[in-house]
Structure formats: structure tokens, C-alpha cells
């Protein structure tokens, strides 16, 4: 499935300036209910969203430890991490997508959207991609991806030209980028307003200071994004692979990857505003 943020980024560029003060429900309105669009919620279902939700939660406390070795090492300990698995809670989280999503959907054919994922090479992608995302919980796991990245960029291997169509069918690079910077900004506006920055930290410093980071989350993104890719389509026949990238660039494929990334980047800028904000406390020395 064209997957949107396929994953946050781990690092979010040394937070060099700490801080900010947008309330998040002014970003994505907490009382709004979720537009009634049909087959919205078949699509969660059949693009098993819920399930990447988990998944994205045990992402979100490996780099919730990586951020305290980062920011406050040795302050956190285990109330920290039980601060961050609770801001990525997955019951948490789903409505703030759902709603989005929905939202985005309106207007495009989403009968299509069901048709390709519900059999065939539709249904087998998402369960590689799924099966991929967990198993890159391991660290020896991304690191293997990484290395066969590597060395399919040093033999030119036909594969990896596929991918990169397939990314580019999908817009996957830019669209993970935006988010990246979009994630970064609620970061340090999270910690503004709890007091992790300078008080006279204006919003041009926290911007210059966002978009400075953009071709190193550029270049993050592309290397992990293909390397989860080569690992998740490893098993499908050049066929199969051609034929998935078709229907991500055609309407119905870029409709939905348009939805996909809008319901994604409301997420991680929820999630990123809240873990700057509990960083913040951590960096000024007080308790959760």
C-alpha cells in the first residue's frame, strides 16, 4: 500500500533551538467528528492501519530512548518510556487519522481503492509491508536492510530501479520529507511551550532552523525508505511489482497516497508537538 509517513523519523536533527508554544488542538481539531465517507473505514481495515499503528507505537519507544539518551540522559528511566508508549497509543492516535483521512477521501474512488487491495497484488503488498514494518523493529533486521541496500546500489541491481519508480510513482521521498519538517516544527514548538527553549525564541529561528535539517531528513528518508521497500517486495515477481507501481500512479493510487500522507501527518505532528513538550519537562529537570 502506498504507505504515508512510513515511519517518523528517529532522529529529528539535534533540537539545537528547544522550544515553542502552538497549542496542537489548534492543528488538528480535537471535538471535529470524522466526515461519513463510504468505504473509508473498509480501507483502514483492508490496509491494515490499526495494525501499523501498533507497530508505529514500538518505533515510537525506540526513538523515545534514543531522544532521552539525546536530550536527558539517565533522567527518564522507565516513567519516560511509559510517557511516550502512551503518546503513541494507538486508540489515541486512530481517531486523529481516521478523521483526516476520511476527510481526504471524499470526492475520489475509493471502490478501486478496495478493488486492488481487497485480493490479488493489492492484498499481498500490504502483507509484505506489514510483515516488513515489524520485523524492522530489530535493529540487526535494519541493519541487513541497510547493508542489501548497498549492495544493490553498488551492482545497479534492476530491482532497486523498480523501486525507485515505485517511490516516485507514489511521491513517497518529498511526501516523507514534508512530514519530516512539519514533525520537527511541532517538536520544538512542543517544547516552547512547555519551557524547553529560550523564552526569546521567535517562530523565524524555529523555522530557519527546521528547514536547515531538510536535505539531511531528505537523505535519512532515502535510505530507509529503500531499504524497507527492497526488503518488504523482495518476495514479489517483477510483474507484480510493475503492476502495484501502475495503480500508485494512476488516480485512485495517488488519491489515496495523498489521504494516507494528510491522516499520517496529523499523527506524527500530534505525536511530535507531545513528545517535545514531555522532553521539555525532562530537559528543565521537572517531573512528568
Request: aromatic content about 8%.
Amino acid at each position: 500500500m502506498p504507505l504515508a509517513p512510513l515511519r517518523q523519523l528517529r532522529r529529528l536533527g539535534a533540537p539545537a533551538l528547544l522550544a515553542a508554544a502552538l497549542a496542537l488542538s489548534s492543528l488538528v481539531p480535537a471535538a471535529a467528528e470524522a466526515p461519513q465517507v463510504p468505504d473509508a473505514a473498509r480501507l483502514s481495515e483492508v490496509l491494515r492501519l490499526p495494525e501499523l499503528m501498533e507497530i508505529m507505537q514500538g518505533e515510537g519507544v525506540a526513538y523515545g530512548a534514543e531522544l532521552e539518551a539525546d536530550l536527558f540522559p539517565g533522567k527518564g528511566g522507565a516513567d519516560w518510556l511509559a510517557t511516550v508508549k502512551r503518546i503513541y497509543a494507538p486508540d489515541r492516535l486512530m481517531p486523529v487519522f481516521e478523521q483526516v483521512f476520511a476527510a481526504e477521501l471524499e470526492g475520489t474512488d475509493t471502490a478501486a481503492m478496495l478493488a486492488f487491495f481487497e485480493s490479488g497484488t493489492g492484498a499481498r503488498a500490504v502483507e509484505l509491508e506489514i510483515a516488513a514494518r515489524r520485523a524492522l523493529l530489530d535493529e540487526g533486521v535494519e541493519e541487513a536492510a541497510k547493508l542489501q541496500l548497498e549492495e544493490m546500489l553498488a551492482t545497479q541491481s534492476p530491482r532497486l530501479l523498480a523501486i525507485e519508480e515505485f517511490a516516485d510513482a507514489g511521491d513517497l521521498i518529498e511526501s516523507n520529507v514534508l512530514g519530516g519538517l512539519n514533525a520537527n516544527l511541532a517538536f520544538y514548538r512542543g517544547m516552547i511551550g512547555a519551557g524547553g527553549l529560550p523564552p526569546g525564541t521567535s517562530e523565524a529561528q524555529l523555522l530557519a532552523d527546521v528547514w536547515s535539517q531538510e536535505e539531511a531528513i531528505r537523505e535519512e528518508t532515502r535510505e530507509w525508505l529503500y531499504s524497507y521497500l527492497a526488503l518488504a517486495y523482495a518476495p514479489m515477481s517483477d510483474a507484480e511489482l510493475a503492476a502495484y507501481t501502475a495503480f500508485s500512479a494512476g488516480p485512485a493510487g495517488k488519491a489515496l497516497n495523498r489521504a494516507l500522507f494528510a491522516g499520517f501527518d496529523a499523527v506524527f505532528v500530534r505525536v511530535s508537538h507531545d513528545l517535545g513538550a514531555a522532553a521539555a519537562r525532562y530537559v528543565a529537570g521537572q517531573d512528568i
